[in-house]
Structures are given as structure tokens and as C-alpha cells.
């Protein structure tokens, strides 16, 4: 490296352009007269003894004292340190500022298309920190763990947090037993890997492939006409095949998805049983969020109106709805986007099943 870039880069590091001057003539000479060193670098004689106070200070240089006061540059440990850690604040700093340029503002973008898998993750992070109501995540081991305490963090608020791990988890802390004590509603384990896709309270998706394909992108959504898209293929393509690993509450039910409640309800109501359910959701008309409570008397789908009995995904993928008992009389609910029913269900339990 030239001198002037080398003095440029102690510069940026914090040193004056007088302070950088004299280190880099003391590097050069060795031990000399402060003075002299002085006259070669071009440093006023009146401000060199302050300036090499000053270094001596920060460690650059030590003095020695004669008849005239020397100088010499010290061991450069500290200096190296200093330096190198002021490089990697500064590759850190560039690496926020580019992240931050990236990140779309919700309320401007429906669609953001992004350069880097982490820009998506940490959108996500932010997201799920924020939730209110649903969390579905997918993604793979690594993933879980770093996002799995604002996961845990959600749930304990309250929030429905559905987590689909792909891919191997040997070697990681995903387990039945590390996952015990956690509140996460719902782990499930596919061993296919797939995608990051995250999906929260229905109107803020992110989605960034884990394989096939060597360049880095993601895609992010504040729509809820698209996340439902991403949330379809969350259900079908992530949680339904993969197998159950951990349960917060074995003897509560809760779903996210009014497709999959229908697709385990229908079998045992058609049989005859009282399913009794629990729904959060929102007022079709007024968009207010309401809880209805009551049983289950009726399920609707398809062009014969509910009469299969075990329906299949398939079957379900058109309008869905279902209709409870109330004490309010019946209210009929449907899922994502519901427009003529009474409720939209965002989070459908089920309180109890009795013969």
C-alpha cells in the first residue's frame, strides 16, 4: 500500500492528519528526535510534542528521554486491533446501511423483491415480534433456532405460532425433548428441505428459497390476497406432511386454517359428535374483531354442501364455512377473505369433542 493510501486509512481510523503523519515517519525512522521527525512529515514543531503525547496515549508510540526527547513506534499490537476492529465496523456499518436501503416500508409496497436470504429473515424477525394474531413459519433448522425466541416470545403473548422445520435437524436442537418447555403452539419436522416462508396475522409474508439456486433473493408481501397464497402453500406443502414434534397444550386444538379444522372436524361431527368450538376472528361487516363460542351444527363446501364426510384438500380448496350454535343463535363462519359469512376466522379452537 502507498503511503498516501496508508496514512488515508489512519486517518479514517481516528488519528489527525498531523498524529498519522508522525506515526508513519517514526515507522520509517525508528527512534529519532521528535523534532526531526517532526521536520520531515511536515508537522509544525509547537503541536509535535502534543501530537506524540497523544499517540503515546492511544499506544502508537512510546518516547525516550535525552537530550532531546526521541520517539519510536510501538509494538503494533494495539494499533492492529484498533484498526482491524475499525474495519470491521465499518463492513458492519456498510452491511446495516445496505440491509436498511433494502428493507421495504409495509405501508408503500405490496410486493418487495430483495437481494439477501438474511434482509428477509430479519423482516420476519421484526414481523413476528409485532404479531397479534397467527404465526405460520417454515424454514430450516438454522432458521428455527435464530428466529425461535421472537417465535417463543409471540406465543407467549398469546399468538398462534404453527413452525414447520425442514430439512435435517441432527446435530441442532430441535428435538421433542429441547423443544419441551416451549410455548410455541405447534413444531412440526419435514425431512425435505424447502424454502424460508413465514406468513404473519395474514398480512405480511416472506419468502426466500434455502435451495436450488446459487443467487440470493427473497420476496416480501403486505397484502393479504397474496400472503394467502403463501399461506396455501405453508398448509399443504409444509405443515400437513410433516410430522408433529412438539405440542405447547396436547389438550387444546388450535388451527389457523379453517381447511385443516374442517378436514379433522368432519370426520367425528359426521359420525355424530359435539364438536365444540371456539372462534377469534373478525365482524365481515364492521372488520371488528370478535370470539364466538357454541357448537358446531353444520359444514359447508363444495358443490354437494359438506356431504363428504372425510373431505380431502382438494375438496376444500373453494369456499369453505361452518356454522355454531350460538347463544347469540347460529353464526356461520368462513375462512380467509370470508365476504357473505357472519365471521372471518383468523384462529378457529376446538374446546371439546363428546360423543
Excluded at 503511503?3 to 508513519?24: K, S
Excluded at 501530537?51 to 519510536?72: I, N
Excluded at 397479534?132 to 398462534?160: H, N
Aim: charge should be negative; charged fraction near 30%; proline fraction near 5%.
Amino acid at each position: 500500500m502507498e503511503t498516501d493510501r496508508l496514512r488515508e486509512a489512519l486517518e479514517r481510523a481516528g488519528l489527525t492528519e498531523y498524529q498519522a503523519a508522525v506515526y508513519l515517519g517514526l515507522l520509517d525512522q525508528g527512534t529519532a528526535p521528535v523534532v526531526d521527525v517532526a521536520e520531515r512529515a511536515g508537522v509544525p514543531t509547537s503541536q509535535v510534542y502534543d501530537v506524540v503525547r497523544t499517540l503515546e496515549d492511544r499506544g502508537f508510540v512510546e518516547t525516550v528521554e535525552r537530550d532531546r526527547l526521541h520517539a519510536r513506534a510501538d509494538e503494533p499490537g494495539d494499533v492492529l486491533d484498533e484498526l482491524r476492529s475499525t474495519g470491521e465496523l465499518l463492513a458492519s456499518a456498510a452491511d446495516e446501511i445496505e440491509d436498511r436501503w433494502e428493507r421495504p416500508d409495509p405501508s408503500e409496497h405490496r410486493v418487495s423483491v430483495v437481494k439477501r436470504r438474511r434482509t428477509v429473515v430479519e423482516n420476519a424477525r421484526a414481523a413476528i415480534e409485532d404479531a397479534e394474531v397467527s404465526v405460520e413459519f417454515g424454514g430450516s433448522a438454522a432458521q428455527f433456532a435464530d428466529l425461535r425466541p421472537a417465535l417463543e416470545a409471540a406465543a407467549e403473548r398469546g399468538v398462534v405460532v404453527h413452525a414447520s422445520v425442514n430439512g435435517p435437524v441432527a446435530d441442532t436442537d430441535v428435538s421433542a425433548e429441547t423443544l419441551a418447555d416451549s410455548p410455541i403452539t405447534e413444531v412440526r419436522h419435514s425431512h425435505s428441505p424447502g424454502s424460508f416462508l413465514t406468513v404473519v396475522d395474514r398480512r405480511q409474508g416472506f419468502l426466500s428459497p434455502n435451495v436450488h439456486g446459487e443467487e440470493e433473493y427473497g420476496v416480501q408481501v403486505g397484502d393479504d390476497l397474496l400472503t394467502f397464497l403463501f399461506h396455501w402453500s405453508f398448509l399443504t406443502c409444509g405443515w400437513v406432511p410433516a410430522e408433529p414434534l412438539h405440542v405447547a397444550e396436547p389438550d387444546e386444538t388450535a388451527y389457523i386454517s379453517i381447511e385443516e379444522f374442517v378436514r379433522h372436524a368432519a370426520v367425528c361431527w359426521s359420525d355424530g359428535a359435539t364438536v365444540a368450538v371456539a372462534v377469534r376472528g373478525r365482524d365481515t361487516d364492521t372488520g371488528d374483531p370478535v370470539e364466538v363460542r357454541g357448537d358446531l351444527v353444520d359444514i359447508r363446501f363444495g358443490p354437494d354442501n359438506g356431504a363428504v364426510t372425510d373431505p380431502s384438500y382438494d375438496e376444500l380448496g373453494g369456499t369453505v364455512s361452518i356454522v355454531l350454535d350460538t347463544v347469540e343463535g347460529d353464526i356461520e363462519v368462513g375462512g380467509w377473505g370470508a365476504v357473505t359469512e357472519d365471521v372471518e376466522a383468523e384462529v378457529v379452537r376446538v374446546e371439546g369433542i363428546s360423543e
